[in-house]
């Protein structure tokens, strides 16, 4: 079973989330895989315009191991929204009709609008409004609304074939709307109602049925921001400080709920840049502190990440990429912050630039990013993006004892020098000078932008800035020798064709693997990068070496990672030719489909 | 250690001020190291034979709670390695390399929000941020309101000489529409900001205004008045502000030592009954044209509750060790 549907309708004015969340929730308690992918536009309520606004969450369901939601197209579209005429097809009806496969189910309720006929999908019109307007006369009008939806959800069981799952639902509901109260009663009653509705109708169920197969090993379904949140209390983590900003913002949110409990703080600041400085502020005093944010204001911080650079005070900052450039479209996704993230500041930083693939490594990357930015005192960036950020996604459990790998606390270290002054920049081989915190007698130094000396006076003496500069730099060798890890090879020893990729698409160019291998027969290599800044591509030598096509797919227009690669591989021996790299890009706002990739590998194949 | 021996003690390991002779910066540079070097000096005195104190448990800091106070606070404060100056950009913000301090230099006009992330960290330090008028309410100005509410207990210091200095003569937000000089010939377009007013009206709980010109015609002392005032603002639980009144003698002619001279007046002798914790009265008091007088002294000091107070942090924010049984049930959320 591999079932991709779509939960439309008017955001904010439907239930869009809840009732997908619902459905969502008892696939996975049923043992399901699931992706969520949320498609929402950056205005808040979509009801007021002529016409109206639409959000839709792309699902799927599988019994087996997937790894990103899929293609565009899917077997059920679920439309919530009411329509406004009778002859007139609802807004996210016309939107999205040609996203059902052939055959496919077209759900709607059918109160206002319909029928809705076409001899290329079932059409399940129910008329559910009237049916609980029925039963609940007395029923406020907005609630009503959003209780018509469970009848709606009871339907789409029934065709799902999801025939067990009424304890899982109920469970589920009373999470959502409260273990007691009238809410819960009615949703439930209307749900069972939608499932007898269908019982008596001659629609066939969707032909492989959704049987729950409870898991042996306790999973997870969250949002990689949840995760990736999570992880930084875990590892932690006691300051946070952020600004409102799609996509980024559930971080602030988790941490405003959260962080308190845990000993430590979030603060809301007054804009991006604060919210950075703030970072580099309590970096500089001993703590883990950390900021998220996505393009507009990660292009704020790029001032004070120079400048944690060039003071060798570590700091993590998040950038949950969103579509550019400038304001862009906030609630698409993207991967085009790559540049700026390993090149956006003036003069020449250290820094690490790391990009997570899914959940899982959400979860992981983290406690790592402490320890880089403590031990290397450095910027440590992480990219990730909208769709893995704000979807939702089924993973093993997290093992929280995982952080404990990471020496990210502080701890007093060696003094250098005579007095009270401490050679906070000494100069040193590995590039890595002995830190001292404000509180420790006799290690005062001095931190700041300006070049500096062994003790942070500042000088402009061309011995000194050599000698600091160099020590600085030679950080970002130090790493690639002792921290950096290599992209992870995903296939055999020899192949085809090698997907290369990073961050995000990681679960994309996994499915388009598992596609073309099992039903073009051609065999696909996957490298993944996570570790982005510092580059070392030779190490993925042996995994392309026999690849006789090697595409570079990414989430931007120009080809950022690939120019990354051909800047890198001459020095590096990476084993394929800059001119064989093709880039296979999407910057259309969604994810890129896996068919997509398929098609381009067979159409240079053949 | 006395007074003397902390004051000395300040002014090693530092660099030779690189600012013009006579600039206002040093007025600033000398109450501050006085005002250190007494509240250290006083500091120790009360605390000689002290000995309930409670660790901070974090090895390598030896800052201790006082459980003999009143006010809980940490011990030793104002000495050298518990004090961080941290500055933005410009003349001012060269002050953190002469006094013997921690020192921190945040980016042009981020002082503040420096402080922030390094004072609710480590709310066993004296943060001091410091800078300009250009840097406060030029490119900081957006910081210097909001940063207000959060009644961080830092104190922040401000040299007003009402010019850019190091950049050679342009207009900064407090420059007198009267004030011409070498690269801006006609003087600044727009009316100058009032500092006094934003800070008290942002949520500034302790707004002070000083002049360090040494002895006034009338034999009031400047300095000594500095000094004391500095000390309260530094002890004050809550975000001070103190603003010097100084002198740019190579940018601003007009603002001269003399001229401050002339004008400086305490608030006493201005307002008679004056009355520092009423809001309406310093904004009365901040509309007072420069030109006319300058009072110096508290324009504004309320007691409200810090942000440790309100978060209820007594701790550095180091080391934290999460409850991990806490993020379980967390993560039931997800399951």
Known sequence: MDLKFIVSGVQYENGVESTALTMVRSFFRAGAEVFVYKNYLSTIHGGTGKIPGTAYYEIRVSDKKIYCSGDDLCDILIVLEFGRKKDELPVSATNYLKKIKRGGILLYDSSLVGPIESPDFVSVGIPAYSMVKEAFPQEKETKLNLIRNSILTGVAFELFGFDRGDAIVKSVMEKQFGAKGDLLKKNLLVFKSGRTYIGDRPFMPYQEPIVPRPSQRKRLFLSGNDAMSLSAINSGASLYTGYPITPASPILEFMEKNLRNFGGVSLQCEDEIAAAMAV??????????????????????????????????????????????????????????????????????????????DVKEFFEVMPRAFYLARKYQMPVIILTSLDVAEGWSTTEEFDLSYADKFNYDWKPQEKIGQGVLHERYADSESGISPVSIPGERDKVFKMGGAEHDQYGFVTTKPVWRKTIMDKRMRKMKTFLKEDFRAPVYYGRERNDVALIGWGTTKGILLETKERLEVVKDISVGVVHFIDMWPMKPGVASKALASARKVFVVEGNATGEFASVLRLKASEDGFPVSPANLSSVLFYDGRPIEPRTIVNTVLGKEG | MDKAAFQKLFQENTKDPQWCPGCGDFTELNVLIRALAELASEDREIHKNVNDFEEMGISGLEAKIC????????????????????????????????????????????????????????????????????????????????????????????????????????MSPTSPVWLKTGVNPTGPIREPMNPIAVAVSSGWTFVARLVNVGKLTNGFNTAEFSVDILKKAIKHPGSSLVIFETECPTYNKVKTKEWLKERTVPISDVEPNYNPALAIDALKLSLVPEEEKIPIGIYYQVRRSTLHEKLGIEKPLINLKPDREKIKKLLERYS
């Open chain 2, 67 to 170: 459980k003999s106070c009143p006010e809980k606070h940490f011990y030793p404060r104002y000495e050298p390695h518990t004090v961080v100056t941290e500055s933005g950009i410009g003349c001012a913000g060269q002050m953190f390399a002469y006094i013997n301090t921690y020192g921190a230099k945040a980016t042009h006009g981020r002082a503040l929000p420096f402080s922030l992330g390094l004072k609710l960290a480590r709310p066993d330090l004296t943060v001091i941020p410091q800078g300009g008028d250009g840097d406060a309410w030029a490119i900081g100005a957006g910081h210097f309101a909001n940063f207000a509410g959060f009644n961080l207990d830092i104190t922040y210091l401000v040299t007003n000489n009402e010019v850019y200095g190091l950049t050679k003569g342009q």
């Open chain 1, 280 to 357: 580099l502020g309590a970096s500089y005093g001993g703590a883990n502190a950390f900021d998220a944010t996505s393009g507009p204001g990660f292009s704020l911080k790029i001032e004070t990440i120079g400048h944690s650079g060039m003071s060798e005070v570590g700091m993590v900052i998040i950038n949950v990429q969103r579509a550019g450039p400038s304001t862009g479209m906030p609630t698409k996704t993207e991967q085009s912050d790559l540049m700026l993230a390993i090149f956006g500041h003036h003069g020449e930083i250290p820094k690490i630039v790391l990009a997570p693939g």
